[in-house]
């Protein structure tokens, strides 16, 4: 038996008869002409820098809607910006707004300096 494949031929395919029914969920009011659905950003959660031999790419990890569902992904930080220009505008200033000190407090101390009592 160590001398033949472990292939079986097209004509041992049999057809497939289920006892259940698989019904596909309601088709959703965004769907588009290629079946794709479109996802919008919602939040940027993180950030990092993702080092190649050569530089540095700028990373942002992006929450994306899509039909009521969330998934979340790391994208580069320049293909953000070339897709949604406006909306990465107005997260990238909310974002600098959230990292002063007085809007957020866990970074409360870490900006400021206190003069060490003598």
């Known amino acids: 038996m160590d001398a033949f494949h472990n ?3 097209v004509s041992q395919l049999r ?10 969920p309601q088709i959703p009011a965004d769907l588009g002409t290629n079946l794709t659905l479109e996802t919008r950003p919602v939040r940027i959660t993180g950030r990092m820098e993702k080092a190649t031999l050569r ?7 992006v929450i994306w809607e899509s039909n009521g569902r969330e998934e979340t992904t790391w994208e580069t930080e320049a293909r953000m910006k070339a897709e949604f220009p406006k909306w990465y505008e107005q997260y990238d200033v909310q974002a600098q707004l959230d990292l002063d000190s007085r809007t957020h ?6 900006t400021c300096s206190i003069p060490k009592p003598r």
């Open 7 to 9: 292939v079986f031929h």
């Open 15 to 24: 057809k497939c008869l289920s006892e259940q029914d698989v019904y596909s």
């Open 55 to 61: 530089k540095v790419i700028p990373m942002v990890k």
């Open 105 to 110: 407090p866990s970074l409360v101390g870490e």
